[in-house]
């Protein structure tokens, strides 16, 4: 499955909104029912963490300001006002079926 | 809580094998539905998935490198190992392990003769 983030870089002014789009090549609805879409952040340096699972979950305190929508084949992460630590690369992810596969990754930087 | 770190050289040879470990704690990979993954990030590029291994000893891999790539766990029952035949300077990574939501913070392989 080929992962296709849009855009590559966003350059965002802060309290500004932002959206990252996600493609997949094949529907992610698994045969169990559930859509394995995953969004990361990495930071420089650091490893990529989890930012929301099955498209929309936040993970284990992340900020309420992350949020993740999309069904099948097209996916969305929104941040509802970018802060300086949001800075870094975002990658959407399936782990629908193997090999699991990510997005290029999409580079947000502060305007 | 979880925890994984992956150990092992941080340079190779190429054609020689690399081997890593990831040692975790906090779960159990005999517990039903529990895996392991291998990941990779070339330096300023993406994440490359590489291989899994679930709680009953299946396991998949990266089909552009399958012929390459072995992942069983052990020695102890908090670790799972990599395997990788053949490395090549393209292979220069840094190769994180993880579970789920939880990344180790990768080790950094360097192939050069």
């Known amino acids: 499955i080929v992962m296709t983030q849009t855009p590559l870089s966003l350059a965002v002014t802060l309290g500004q909104p932002a959206s990252i789009s996600c493609r997949s090549s094949?529907?992610?609805?698994?045969?169990?029912?559930?859509?394995?879409l995953t969004w990361l952040h990495q930071r420089p340096g650091q490893p990529p963490r989890l930012l929301l699972y099955?498209?929309?979950h936040r993970f284990s305190e992340v900020p309420d300001r992350f949020s993740g929508s999309g069904a099948g084949t097209l996916f969305t992460l929104k941040i509802n006002r970018v802060e300086a630590e949001d800075v870094g690369v975002y990658y959407c992810?399936?782990?629908?079926?193997?090999?699991?596969?990510f997005g290029q990754g999409t580079t947000v930087e502060i305007k | 809580q979880i925890t994984l770190k992956e150990s092992g050289p941080t340079v190779v040879k190429p054609t020689q094998t690399l081997t890593l470990t990831c040692t975790f704690s906090?779960?159990?990979?005999?517990?039903?539905?529990?895996?392991v993954a291998w990941i990779r990030q070339p330096p300023g590029k993406a994440l490359e998935w590489l291989a899994l291994?679930?709680?009953?000893?299946?396991?998949r891999y990266s089909p552009s490198l399958r012929t390459r790539l072995t992942i069983t766990k052990g020695p102890s029952e908090n670790q799972v190992v990599l395997q990788m035949t053949n490395m090549d300077p393209v292979d220069t990574a840094r190769y994180f392990c993880?579970?789920?939501?939880?990344w180790g913070q990768g080790i950094l392989v360097t192939v050069s003769s």
């Open positions: 993880v579970h789920g939501a939880f």
């Open positions: 906090g779960f159990s990979l005999t517990s039903d539905g529990a895996q």
């Open positions: 291994i679930y709680w009953d000893d299946d396991d």
């Open positions: 094949q529907s992610l609805v698994h045969r169990d029912g559930d859509t394995y």
């Open positions: 099955q498209i929309s």
């Open positions: 992810m399936q782990t629908t079926q193997t090999p699991w596969t």
